[in-house]
């Protein structure tokens, strides 16, 4: 059985690096019918807030990255890891060191001074007697000799020599557990299959794998994630711009666009750019993931999000529009059901957050009609076209999109002039700028009573500009 895991640590935003690493966690378990755990590393109580695990729940929802087991906390399991410390102690695979903070670095500075490694030199490893008025951490017996195999799925095999690692902390003098320990006692619990994370653990990797192996099992496989550059080249962070999940959602992105741009930054397929959420769980493999680090690019994720607003259904965009709405102050009892706003504007909008400001006149009265567009539009020579079209179109009892398209060609047509002549002046008029979508639909969107009010608005602007002209 394949079993994954996020393990995010709630001490900062929910990070587009860490959301890749869900995803290609998610995915993987997907992909071969496993199981994915979310599992929240909140050891280090001063930074780990209740607000930033909201942020990871709300953002995997958002997404769609769905848990099968979870989310588990480390802050309510420390009797657990308690009860392996106290049992290894028990064993001797790990031990009391009761040496003070002075003593500590007064070692370091002297393995500093010789040139050699700094690491603990174990001088509490056979210590039996405690030491008064000392609190002692507890050390991880690690092997002494050998050397630790890490056949890493991405970054290949990857040795490290045991003397290159010491006797690890995994308690600390008030007994509580630190967190290399915490994370091995949670895979060896939850049974994980393959522990895929970012590269900046793949140091801790070693260690973790004695003490799995401390236990008795063998430990999961591993695969380490390279990481996400900034257009400068170094890590990906707030400087280079949004690197919250949420800012995204909020900027009007939609979760399969994020999920799409996020599978592509380390892994590929041919060449192939979109992907829908089912292909990613057909196709990904994580031993297809780049060694190499890979830099974010907001215009492709741009890009990308305009191709998943095309390609998804009305029903479903027009859902994910509402709130976008209703941040903009519009009602959709005001106005057109947001599925079909959706519809008419699928093609232009880059983003939620644009397809719903693009869309105010059809809820919402403007105030002044772009003056460029009207010099350019609203002129007497056009007047009695759109007088007729005004005419015919008040006329209509059914409100549709072929009947209205049918009424301004008859009146262009009567006039003997092309559509678009016809069409440029109305749109103006009616939504009070130069672009919108294909006429009939614009008109559509906006209702008749709407559209008439705003086109008699125009007639007037027209007839004082003939006769201040005359
Ligand atoms: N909690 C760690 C982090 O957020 C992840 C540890 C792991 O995946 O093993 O970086």
Redesign the pocket.
Known sequence: MIRT?????P?GVLHLG?VR?ALYCWLYARHHNGQFVLRI?DTDKERSTRENVDAILEGMTWLGLDWDEGPSYQSDREDRYREVIDQWLAEGKAYHCYCTKAELDELREKQMAAGGHVRYDGRCRDRTEPRPGVDPVVRFRNPVDGEVVVEDLVRGQVVFQNEQLDDLVIARPDGSPT?NFS?IVD?YDMKISH?I??D??LN?TPR?MNMLRALGVEPPVYAHLPMILGPDGSKLSKRHGAVDIREYQEQGYLPEAMLNYLVRLGWSHGDQEIFSRDEMIELFDVKDVNQSASSFNPEKLLWLNQQHILATSAPELGRQLQPFLARAGLDPADGPDPEHVATGFHERAETLLHMAASARYCYEDFDVIDEKSAKKHLRPVILEPFRVARNRLAELEHWGQTAIHEVIESAAADFDINLGKLGQPIRVAVTGGPVSPPIDVTLWLVGQERTLRRMDHAIGLIEARASASS
Do not use: I, K
């Not at 895991?5 to 640590?9: D, Q, W």
């Open positions: 895991r996020f393990a995010p640590s001490t860490s690493t590393e967190y994370v895979d522990v994370r970012g900046d653990h801790n973790q």
